[in-house]
């Protein structure tokens, strides 16, 4: 879960949400507690997100780092929790939440007291199958096309489960002039030994994708679209792309609490013409009950299942690829001033640049013109917001 995204969401939605316009606070007093905390059937440790905001346009967040936070299971379990860092906390990694047993979180900050609802850890649902296509958006035109994400899902409860998801994604580049060559001193480079050639990513999607099933009959989806993917605006299928979809069964309470911000997020283009509505999740101030907090306490079934796309699969589909922009060159000749090569150096030191190769004279006893040099962003993974180990689980294709 990414917790800073609903952060955002929560407070544009608080925001935008009042009925009588909200004037900010300028001395300080307008701050409010934003709480975002999941609880799953997997092994942990849980977090808990902890901040607290002034609801502008611009909002700033303060970690909350003095807090006492707990989990208690069915009333009579505590579980501590203890403080990372930037509002962070987390449980023991030995405490994994039990399918069929409730939690509730409670937060103590100086003398106030805040308690979430009791949540049931209900039975995860099944994802039978993930699927692909291509979806037109927008015009029509060019850059238009995405790659959609379908999922076929089963409830395997008889309660009033309902379903959310989100999508984890990793994938794989491929380094346009990887380094060859590492530099030795000021005036040698020698070869590297082990050449660095793919780099990987990640990310989240995090758009809200809900499902009830009240009064439905019939509880499964057939090709239910979870996400979609601009192969044109970044460079996630030129070589390999894996999407993990998590689903997360929830209650009817949950819900309610995502839709009712997926209709404000949504609707965000109507900023001060829409019908206003204000929407609070499952925590409440105990020894202040007329105090708003923001957030929701999660606890969740989840289960996971993943599909990999190569760029092979993008183009069956008939959609395009993008396009890296061309890697800087520059060649510093021999007769060049020393102290531009001095420069250069500077620039690999700081890596802002590689070196590339020797540039000689096409003749039979080849004389040394230059050295050609090019950006890093070619050549190392730091540059690209990459990195070189695979993700967790990561398979490639061979």
């Known amino acids: 879960m990414k917790l800073y995204v609903i952060h955002i969401l929560l407070i544009f939605l608080f925001i935008t949400s009042c009925i009588e316009p909200y004037q900010i606070n300028t001395e300080g007093e307008g701050k409010f507690l934003v709480v975002d905390g999941l609880v799953t059937n997997r092994e942990g440790p849980y977090s808990v997100l902890l901040n607290y905001s002034t609801p502008t346009y611009t909002p700033k967040f303060e970690n909350v780092a003095n807090a006492e936070v707990k989990i208690v299971e069915d009333l009579d379990e505590v579980y501590v929790l203890n403080y990372v860092d930037n509002g962070k906390y987390q449980t023991d990694p030995n405490f994994r939440a039990i399918i069929g047993k409730s939690y509730k979180l409670q937060i103590d900050i100086d003398t106030k007291h805040y308690e979430s609802d009791l949540c049931l850890l ?18 029509g035109g060019y850059g238009d096309d995405v790659l959609q994400l379908l999922v076929d899902a089963n409830v395997c409860s008889e309660d009033e489960t ?49 499902q009830s099933f009240q009064n439905q009959a019939v509880r499964s989806l057939v090709a239910k679209g979870v996400a979609s993917v601009s192969p044109y605006i970044s460079d996630r299928f030129l070589t390999r792309y894996r999407a993990t979809i998590n689903q997360y069964s929830i209650s009817k309470q949950e819900y309610h609490f995502w839709d009712m911000l997926r209709s404000s997020t949504e609707n965000s283009e109507d900023f001060f013409g829409r019908q206003p509505y204000s929407v609070y999740g499952n925590i409440s101030c105990i020894t202040n009950p007329d105090e708003n907090v923001l957030g929701y306490f999660q606890v969740a ?3 996971s299942k993943e599909i990999y796309v190569d760029r092979g699969d993008i183009s069956r589909l008939g959609l395009g690829v993008y396009s890296y922009r061309p890697c800087a060159v520059d060649t510093i000749l021999v007769s060049d001033e020393y102290s531009l090569y001095e420069e250069y150096i500077k620039k690999i030191r700081s890596n802002e640049w590689i070196y590339s190769q020797n540039y000689y004279t096409e003749t039979a006893k080849p004389v040394l013109l230059g050295i050609t040099f090019l950006s890093a962003e070619c050549g190392k993974c730091s540059k690209n917001n990459a990195r070189v180990e695979p993700p967790l689980g990561w398979v490639d294709n061979d």
């Not at 209900?122 to 015009?139: A, L, V, W, Y």
């Open 162 to 210: 309902c379903l959310r998801w989100d999508v984890k994604e990793d994938w794989k580049i491929h380094l346009r002039n990887p380094e060859f060559f590492y530099m030795v001193n000021d005036s040698t480079f020698g070869w590297t030994k082990d050449v660095i050639t793919d780099c990987y990513k990640s990310d989240k999607i995090d758009r809200i994708v809900i």
């Open 301 to 303: 079934g989840v289960t």
């Open 122 to 139: 209900r039975e995860p649902s099944c994802i039978d199958n993930i699927s692909m296509q291509k979806k037109t958006k927008f015009g």
